[in-house]
């Protein structure tokens, strides 16, 4: 199988707090790892790539400041929201994929609301 | 840039055929994916064409032409449980997925 968990599932937050987020790889080695935001009735927008021990890719448009990115190991990525707002209230979801294959393994997301 | 369309919206009965239409304007395109999605939940995945011609996967199937940058999703024995998003996504070399932004499909008994 192909199974991404993450962590937690859901976190209510105060302004200015920050978050972090997990995304981890339980049955393969996840040599890329990506991450997406998804506000409600809404597309899955890729907010930025992330290879085992080296820098996140980001796309254009997302802060690197604010969206803190770790790929430690291949099977771990964390996200960490830094000085939440409520406009970072979103649905937060990860993939990994395990490198020549195209597809990419969803975890359950996160769902992060910010006071 | 990329950019994909697909209609935002099909309803269909119990028992029907929907087909959902995916176009798409890529550079570097490695391939089609389609994914569902259930509200509140992650994206599943359906299929994945890299070459022309149809997939079949039970009672979904998915189309590609690459010529045409053309795709689609085609829904077979429509079940009240396929109510649900449905997103086509673009792939190419750098191995990112971009999405399309979403057929939400209703099944009506």
């Known amino acids: 199988g192909a199974v991404v968990s993450q962590h937690p599932s859901r976190v209510i937050c105060k302004s200015g707090t920050s978050v972090k987020i997990e995304c981890r790889s339980l049955?393969?080695?996840?040599?890329?790892m990506f991450w997406y935001r998804q506000f409600p009735k809404q597309s899955l927008m890729l907010m930025a790539t992330?290879?085992?021990?080296?820098?996140?890719?980001?796309e254009q448009g997302v802060e690197k400041d604010k969206f803190l990115i770790n790929h430690a190991s291949l099977t771990l990525s964390t996200l960490t929201v830094t000085s939440a707002h409520p406009e970072d209230s979103s649905f937060y979801i990860c993939?990994?994929?395990?490198?020549?294959?195209?597809?990419?393994?969803f975890g359950p997301g996160t769902r992060l609301t910010v006071l | 840039g990329q950019s994909l369309e697909q209609p935002s919206e099909v309803t269909a009965v119990e028992g029907a055929i929907v087909q959902i239409n995916c176009t798409y304007q890529?550079?570097?395109?490695?391939?089609l994916s389609w994914y569902q999605q259930h509200d509140g939940g992650a994206p599943t995945f359906l299929s994945y064409?890299?070459?022309?011609g149809l997939e079949e996967t039970g009672r979904f199937s998915s189309f590609l032409s690459r010529s045409d940058s053309y795709g689609y999703l085609l829904l077979q024995e429509l079940q009240m449980k396929d109510s649900a998003s449905y997103f086509c996504?673009?792939?190419?070399?750098?191995?990112?997925?971009?999405f399309g932004q979403g057929t939400t499909l209703q099944v009506k008994p």
């Open positions: 996504a673009v792939s190419g070399n750098t191995g990112k997925l971009i």
């Open positions: 993939s990994a994929s395990k490198g020549a294959e195209n597809e990419q393994f």
């Open positions: 049955d393969f080695q996840a040599t890329t």
């Open positions: 064409n890299a070459l022309d």
């Open positions: 992330s290879n085992e021990g080296s820098k996140a890719t980001y």
């Open positions: 890529t550079s570097g395109f490695y391939g």
